[in-house]
């Protein structure tokens, strides 16, 4: 009597289990569910520096010039003689600028720098490629 | 009676893959997992907020200054006076292909620290050689 097998080998079809890849696709994806929030993504500004001291004089001969400085408890952003007090209408006093030169951030001291950081982000947002951070004491 | 024998010739080859994804997702895990913890080992501050700006160099850091609200100046987890400024420069530097001018450190500054430090801190750079930095913002913010 001869028996036949029910399943040969040969007709076993290849099988990829897919249990594992699906754990670790599911581990993965509670992973950045959980950090996400956790880190915030940090971001940077690419300045120059310069140590020159400049001159003390404000003339509107000098209009690439940004001067980040506090007068009288006030923080302040002025070109020449005009003066700012926020980011938007520094960016667009720069704008109206030549953004094709460089401009200088000279940042006094006393100031926090968040609001120097400011400065040079507008220089940047206003079409500048060259911005120079000045610390000027 | 006649047995059949097993015929091994016959038997098609099966990979069995699960270990090799298993492996490979581990793998990704604990980079994935490592590369959390470095960046949480950054010191925490409240950075400028700012978006910051696309900027692709080939010029390395070198030295991550971080610029505390309280006056401090940390590098690497160690707190550090100015004047040792210049010689992690020059450390950096000696390890650095292309020298100080190759170098643009990143300077991680509290947006409540005052800018006569930083100012410090900007001017030991530049004595120290460097033509530019970086500085740090929280990106994503408007």
């Known amino acids: 009597m001869r028996f036949r097998r029910v399943s040969s080998e040969r007709d076993r ?3 990829i289990n897919l249990a594992a890849m699906i ?12 950090t996400q929030s956790a880190s915030s993504r940090e971001a940077q500004l690419d300045p120059n520096l310069a140590t020159q001291r400049g001159s003390e004089r404000r003339t509107d001969l000098e209009p690439q010039n940004v001067d980040v400085l506090e007068e009288g408890g006030v923080r302040l ?3 020449g003689g005009a003066t700012y007090m926020d980011k938007a209408s ?3 006093a720069l704008r109206a600028l030549n953004p094709e030169d460089s401009v200088f951030v000279r940042v006094r001291d006393g100031v926090d720098f968040g609001f120097a950081a400011t400065a040079v982000q507008a220089a940047h947002d206003a079409g500048y490629t060259s911005v120079t951070y000045v610390p000027f004491h | 009676m006649r047995f059949a024998t097993r015929n091994n010739s016959f038997r098609s080859a099966v990979v069995d893959m699960t270990p090799l994804i298993d492996i490979v997702f581990q793998l990704l895990i604990f980079f994935l997992v490592t590369g959390q913890a470095a960046q949480q080992a950054r010191t925490e501050m409240a950075l400028p907020k700012e978006p910051g700006q696309e900027v692709r160099t080939n010029e390395q850091a070198g030295v991550v200054l971080n610029v505390l609200a309280d006056g401090s100046i940390v590098v690497n987890e160690h707190v550090v006076s100015l004047d040792r400024i210049g010689e992690l420069v020059a450390e950096a530097a000696a390890k650095t292909e292309g020298g100080v001018t190759k170098l643009r450190p990143l300077v991680r500054a509290d947006r409540e620290a005052r800018t006569d430090l930083i100012n410090d801190v900007l001017e030991r750079l530049s004595q120290a050689g460097i033509i530019a930095v970086r500085v740090a913002t929280e990106g994503g913010a408007k």
């Open chain 1, 13 to 15: 079809k290849p099988e």
């Open chain 1, 23 to 34: 754990d670790a696709t599911f581990l993965l994806l509670s992973y950045f569910i959980f």
């Open chain 1, 77 to 79: 952003y002025r070109i």
């Open chain 1, 90 to 92: 520094l960016t667009e």
